[in-house]
Every structure is written in C-alpha cells, then in structure tokens.
C-alpha cells in the first residue's frame, strides 16, 4: 500500500484533487485495506461497488430513479435520495396523470415519480391510469375528464385523494383545493357517462357511431390552499416533501447552525450536544409526573427526520413552537434508544430568528473560477448599501485552495441582503458564522 501511496496522490493532484485531500483519502483506503476481507469477498465487494460507480456516474439520473422504485416505502431513504438530486440537479418531477408512470422513471433527464409509491394509489391503479392515457391518445384536461375515461372501480376515491395531494393533477384544470373538493361529484359524473355511453353501445342502434355531448361541470368556488397548507398535504400523500421543502428558505440557517442531519446517522457520532434545524411534522403531548404538559414530536430535515422528546418545564417555556408544519431549531442531546436514535430537546428557537440571536460574522464563498473580477465591485456596493455591525469574512477558493479574508466592512443582516448576496454567488455562497 506505501509503494501505491505516492502514485495515487500524483494522479489525484494531476485531476486537480488538493493534494491534503488526496492523502486523506488514501488514509482511508489504507485502514480499510488493513482491516481487510478474504480476497474472495474484497473482489465481489469490489466488482460490484465498480458497477454501481459506473452506473452512478453514467446513467445518474436512471441510477437514481431505481433506487427510489426501490427505497419509496422508506421516507427517510427516500429524502436523502431526494437530495442527491436536488444537489446533482436532477429534476424530479412531481406524479402527473399525463405522464403516467406506475414506477419512478427517466424521461428527457427528468426522474418522473411513480404512482404506486403514492399513499393509496397502488399498482393496479397506476396501470389503469397509463392503459386509459394511452387509449385516449391525449392528455386529460381535468378531473371530470379522467374519471370519463378511467375505470373509477380500480381508481377510486381513496386512490383520486392521494392523486390529487400529491400533485398528480396539477397539469390539467383547477387547483389542488378544487379537484380535491370535486373528487366526490366527478366520481358520480363519470360513472353516469359511463353508464350512458355503454346503454347507448347496447341498444338498438348501437351500431351507429355518434358523439355524445357532454357538458362538463364547472370545478367548485374554493378558497386555494396556502404553500404551507399544500406541503403539509403532499408529504401527507407521499411521507415526505417533493415539489418543495419548507426549511427550504432557510437553507442558509440549515447549512450554518445546525450541527447534525437528522436523516444521516454518521453525523451523530461524538455529538453529545446539538443543535438540529427542521419542520415539526407531527406532534402528541401527554401529562407527565408533576401535572405539566410534556410533548413528543418528529423533526424532518432535507436528511431525513428524527423523534424528539420536550419534557414539562421546557415545554411550558417553548411550547408555542412546537406546532404541526413549524420550521424551528432545537437545542438538545442525543440518545440511543435501540436502533432508534431521540433527541431530548432543552431549548428551542424559531429558525426565522435564528440568524439574528447566533451570528457572530457572515462568511462569503467567492470561486476564482465562476466568479469574474467585477463581482467585487458589485458586493463592495452591497455591503455600503447594507452596513452595520456584523463582521464580514469571504473565503475565496481557488483551484487547489481557500484562502480567507476579513473585510473592512460590517453588514446588517436582512432578508434582502442575503437574496442580492445569494443573487450575485449562488444560493450556497453565503454562511452564518457563531464565532
């Protein structure tokens, strides 16, 4: 392994790999090449690990799309494949029955979500909906107009509810709120078409080919449901966020202050104390020993989530945040509980005061290579037109390094400060520093 160690960190540097990391890396494979398999077992591993590399880096977007038709029935598994996609910019697309697909799959470099993984609508359904797709040669334009042409015994009112939280109705007429609200009254509709078309088809002069006329209802006069409300409704039918997350718009906070993924177990390793960023997705309280209200809650994360437990006296003091689709930051320890890992929550904050209450400096990520000269210019005007008492510091990276810089200038922290920052560098340029 020595004599390998020097040919391995060459090639890494000539691929503009730093050479520290090179070497890290290498200490890596060396204390696995020590702790080693039978030969036998190290070839399998290894072949194998090759294939799914290859595939990874040759096929990502169908690669992924297999392991989530694989990995649906696990939310958490599902967020962190979620990720990889956002990260890698695959889009994933929301189910749509104008785009039936019974299983996750790839078209046109899109992962375009599987029917069957949504709650309620299973295989049978999914294949319905792509027989009576195909057979009609065009896209649906609304509910009424699916439920004409769908055998509602197989699509039915459960699998029509989860369709639509989901998202699946979102290309043709109407809102999320109307169709929901219509499910009922298209169901009938179309079962009274239905039975008119097949009366007419076994009567005397079902022979004759003529177009029945049909008057579709108007979708009902309904107030639409809140962003908020529509997440919270679309994680309902599928366990997890997809067509956005509402820790989303603080992406920065999540990225700066929180120390652990809620989702990724390696993260907790020697983390006694922490700090987790995440949505409150659901919520039980319960009377403890001394008469207070104590409360049980599950945090979700773009990771993944975790259980966590707010006993009396922290309740009483923080139990205003602990509300079902809340984005909030809780101070807490760890605690292994079998397979399962809890966090014992002993403060909370609202995430959208986070930034305001923990930062110390602001950090700025500037890349020689993306970056061009003018953009210093432009930010040194940012800072002028945002000034105030928060030190900055940008870290500018190059090829093989990072160098750091503390600035002449202090900021005021905004919403609009950071979205012309974000604006100029990039949504991940920008870090709020506790030191």
């Given at each position: 392994?020595?004599?390998?160690?020097?040919?391995?960190?060459?090639g890494?540097?000539?691929?503009?790999?730093?050479?520290?990391?090179?070497?890290?890396?290498?200490?890596?494979?060396?204390?696995?090449?020590n702790?080693?398999f039978?030969k036998?077992?190290?070839?399998?591993?290894?072949?194998?690990?090759?294939?799914?590399?290859?595939?990874?880096?040759?096929?990502?977007?169908?690669?992924?799309?297999?392991?989530?038709?694989?990995?649906y029935?696990?939310?958490?598994?599902?967020?962190l494949l979620?990720?990889?996609?956002?990260?890698?910019?695959?889009?994933?697309?929301s189910?749509d029955?104008?785009?039936?697909?019974?299983?996750?799959?790839?078209?046109?470099?899109?992962?375009?979500?599987?029917?069957?993984?949504?709650?309620?609508?299973?295989?049978?359904a999914?294949?319905?909906?792509?027989?009576?797709?195909?057979?009609?040669?065009r896209?649906?334009?609304?509910?009424?107009?699916?439920?004409?042409?769908?055998?509602?015994r197989i699509?039915?009112k459960?699998?029509?509810?989860?369709?639509?939280?989901?998202?699946?109705?979102?290309?043709?007429?109407g809102?999320?709120?109307?169709?929901?609200t219509?499910?009922?009254?298209?169901?009938?509709?179309g079962?009274?078409?239905q039975?008119?078309?097949?009366n007419?088809?076994?009567?005397?002069?079902g022979?004759?080919?003529?177009?029945?006329?049909?008057e579709?209802?108007?979708?009902?006069?309904v107030?639409?449901?809140?962003?908020?409300?529509t997440?919270?409704?679309?994680r309902e039918a599928?366990?997890?966020?997809?067509?956005d997350?509402?820790?989303?718009k603080?992406?920065?906070?999540y990225?700066?202050?929180?120390?652990?993924?809620?989702?990724?177990?390696?993260?907790?390793?020697?983390?006694?104390?922490?700090?987790?960023?995440?949505?409150?997705?659901?919520?039980?309280?319960?009377?403890?020993?001394?008469?207070?209200?104590?409360?049980?809650?599950?945090?979700?994360?773009?990771?993944?989530?975790?259980?966590c437990?707010?006993?009396?006296?922290?309740?009483?003091?923080?139990?205003?945040?602990?509300?079902?689709?809340?984005?909030i930051?809780?101070?807490?320890?760890?605690?292994?509980?079998?397979?399962a890992?809890?966090?014992?929550?002993?403060?909370?904050i609202?995430?959208?005061?986070?930034?305001?209450?923990?930062?110390?400096?602001?950090?700025?990520?500037?890349?020689i290579?993306?970056?061009?000269?003018s953009?210093?210019?432009?930010?040194?005007?940012?800072?002028?037109?945002?000034?105030?008492?928060?030190?900055?510091?940008?870290?500018?990276?190059?090829?093989?390094?990072?160098?750091?810089?503390?600035?002449?200038?202090?900021v005021?922290?905004?919403?609009?400060?950071?979205?012309?920052?974000?604006n100029l560098?990039?949504d991940?340029?920008?870090a709020?520093?506790?030191?």
């Amino acid at each position: 392994m020595q004599r390998q160690k020097a040919k391995f960190v060459d090639g890494a540097v000539a691929n503009k790999i730093p050479k520290k990391i090179a070497e890290e890396i290498f200490v890596v494979i060396d204390k696995f090449a020590n702790y080693g398999f039978n030969k036998s077992h190290a070839v399998a591993y290894s072949f194998v690990a090759y294939q799914t590399a290859y595939l990874k880096a040759n096929y990502t977007a169908e690669f992924l799309a297999a392991n989530l038709t694989n990995e649906y029935g696990n939310p958490d598994k599902v967020t962190l494949l979620l990720e990889d996609c956002r990260k890698l910019k695959i889009p994933v697309k929301s189910p749509d029955v104008n785009r039936p697909t019974v299983k996750f799959t790839v078209d046109n470099v899109e992962i375009i979500f599987g029917m069957s993984a949504i709650t309620n609508v299973r295989v049978n359904a999914g294949k319905e909906i792509e027989r009576a797709h195909k057979e009609l040669g065009r896209n649906f334009t609304s509910i009424y107009d699916f439920t004409i042409n769908t055998d509602t015994r197989i699509v039915n009112k459960r699998a029509l509810e989860g369709l639509v939280l989901s998202g699946a109705f979102d290309s043709v007429k109407g809102d999320r709120a109307q169709n929901f609200t219509a499910i009922e009254h298209a169901l009938s509709f179309g079962s009274k078409v239905q039975s008119a078309n097949f009366n007419q088809k076994d009567s005397l002069f079902g022979e004759i080919e003529e177009e029945i006329q049909i008057e579709e209802p108007e979708l009902p006069d309904v107030e639409a449901w809140t962003h908020k409300d529509t997440l919270a409704k679309e994680r309902e039918a599928l366990g997890f966020y997809l067509s956005d997350h509402p820790l989303r718009k603080f992406e920065a906070e999540y990225n700066s202050f929180s120390t652990i993924k809620l989702g990724d177990p390696e993260t907790f390793k020697n983390a006694e104390f922490v700090r987790a960023c995440g949505v409150v997705t659901s919520i039980r309280t319960r009377i403890d020993r001394s008469g207070r209200n104590m409360a049980f809650f599950t945090l979700d994360d773009f990771s993944g989530s975790c259980e966590c437990i707010m006993f009396g006296k922290v309740y009483s003091e923080c139990g205003d945040l602990i509300q079902p689709d809340s984005t909030i930051m809780v101070f807490g320890k760890l605690e292994s509980s079998g397979d399962a890992v809890k966090l014992h929550a002993d403060d909370a904050i609202a995430l959208s005061d986070a930034a305001a209450k923990l930062t110390k400096s602001i950090g700025i990520l500037l890349d020689i290579e993306k970056h061009a000269p003018s953009t210093i210019t432009l930010v040194k005007q940012i800072f002028e037109k945002y000034s105030g008492n928060i030190p900055v510091i940008m870290y500018v990276r190059t090829n093989v390094s990072s160098k750091r810089f503390i600035v002449d200038y202090k900021v005021s922290l905004s919403d609009v400060f950071v979205k012309e920052i974000q604006n100029l560098f990039g949504d991940d340029s920008i870090a709020y520093q506790t030191m």
